[in-house]
């Protein structure tokens, strides 16, 4: 097995196809948090293998869309300093801030670089020790143990010109809120990735408290629906409970290396989302005890809090209330090479997922 | 973002390994993983290893959708 053509077999995506439509009777609507899940739906067009009576809504599960424009601006300023290096996941590079983005700055001439990985950053403070290499922290849980990896290696290297920008968050505030919102679903596909590091443990609240279905899903398309015949199957039987598709990579522990790493390094604070606000306890900051590793302590800054731009219904998106359809600036004002907000920008950005499989 | 893809372990190097998607190498960190071996299926995730494929569970994940398939002829 290599796990991933497997997933991928027409026969095998029809005959899960046959056995929703079967046994699907009554209105369904789920959310697929992760922005992997919704370019995964779209890609493979699973949409048109489902009944009309199951609505798939999209979530609040990318980073690069929810982080918003003080991130980003906060990360144009700091490039700005002098002295600074900023290392970077290539997903961040083009989100418009209010007046700049990262791209323009680097042309700019500020030094501004792509990583793959995070521990690259590590080795360009080694070759530059004149320089401040600040990385931009940016992910869920999936991601956030990596940043908290870097960290304890800058530490145990006593590498000291190497900082973080966090806007890592974690995903369990931002489900209850959206349900708390009043974002009408009966079920969630929940995170594959986000849920190997941390286990099944966070989503009990959500069955217990509020009576949703949970499925840990896979991201090929025969995890994709199957994860769905598990949602419709509970739901239908009136028995919602946390489940897990992806059982090749999803243990009920989670990852507790990467876990401990995390809680070592990060603390949990308030934080904001793009479209839905203050939530409390859903971002994570850099422990006061490393706060060396902390950029906002090293380089205070004040930085004004920009508005979204005009008309973009992003936040609106996030929280599956429309569809980047019902905005009047999909496809005309707003496009992947142009965008106006971190939906288009962002490749599983919902807006750019539709606007690439569905125009 | 939260992408990771199913990457073989070719030769684990201390806390890394050399791994292969498809006919391309890449270096994993196993900072996150403990007790990978050459062989191993492991998640890669912006330069991680984040998760070790289980196998067994693959196969019985496979058997139930091929039921379903079974039960639900074209």
């Not at chain 1, 090749?248 to 401990?260: C, I, L, S, Y």
């Not at chain 1, 004002?333 to 965008?339: A, N």
């Not at chain 2, 196998?55 to 019985?60: K, P, Q, S």
Request: net charge neutral; proline share 6%.
């Amino acid at each position: 097995m290599k796990y991933i053509d497997e997933y991928r077999k027409k026969d095998l995506i029809l005959g899960v196809s046959e056995e929703i439509k079967k046994i699907s009777k009554k209105e369904i609507s789920l959310m697929e948090v992760c922005g992997g899940h919704t370019m995964a739906i779209h890609r493979f067009g699973l949409h048109f293998l489902l009944p009309p009576n199951i609505h798939l809504l999209s979530g609040p599960g990318c980073p690069v869309c929810v982080s918003g424009q003080h991130f980003i601006d906060t990360a144009i300023a700091y490039s700005r300093l002098p002295g600074s290096i900023i290392t970077t996941y290539g997903d961040l590079i083009r989100v418009p801030g209010s007046a700049s983005s990262l791209e323009k700055e680097k042309a700019g001439g500020q030094d501004i670089r792509i990583v793959y990985s995070v521990l690259e950053s590590l080795e360009i403070a080694v070759k530059n020790p004149g320089k401040n290499v600040i990385f931009l922290g940016i992910g869920f849980e999936t991601t956030a143990p990596l940043t908290a990896a870097a960290i304890e290696e800058a530490l145990k290297r006593n590498i000291r010109n190497f900082s973080v920008l966090s806007s890592h968050k974690v995903m369990p505030p931002v489900m209850k809120a959206l349900v708390r919102d009043g974002v009408k679903i009966n079920g969630f596909i929940a995170p594959g990735h986000v849920t190997a590091i941390t286990g099944t443990g966070i989503y009990k609240d959500l069955t217990e408290s509020f009576g949703l279905g949970v499925v840990v899903s896979g991201f090929e398309p025969v995890d994709m629906m199957q994860s769905i015949l598990m949602l419709v199957a509970q739901f239908e039987a009136g028995k919602p409970r946390v489940e897990v598709q992806y059982q090749r990579v999803v243990r009920e522990e989670g990852n507790p290396v990467a876990q401990k790493l995390l809680n070592k390094v990060f603390e949990l604070k308030d934080d904001r989302w793009r479209g839905l606000g203050l939530i409390p306890l859903s971002g994570l900051k850099i422990r006061p005890g490393l706060s060396s590793f902390d950029a906002e302590k090293m380089f205070p800054l004040e930085v004004p809090v920009a508005s979204e731009p005009k008309g973009c219904i992003c936040g609106l998106i996030l929280r599956g209330l429309k569809t980047p359809l019902e905005c009047r600036l999909f496809q005309k004002k707003c496009t992947p090479s142009d965008p106006v907000g971190a939906c288009m920008v962002s490749a599983e950005g919902t807006c750019a997922t539709y606007y690439k499989y569905r125009s | 973002m939260c992408l990771a893809i199913p990457a073989k372990v070719i030769r684990v190097d201390g806390a890394s390994a050399l791994v292969m998607i498809e006919d391309t190498e890449y270096n994993a960190s196993l900072l996150l993983l403990d007790d990978i071996k050459a062989g191993d299926y492991v998640m890669l995730h912006a330069g991680f290893a984040i998760q070790k494929v289980d196998e067994e569970e693959a196969i019985e994940t496979m058997r139930l959708l091929i039921e379903v398939e079974k039960h639900n002829p074209e």
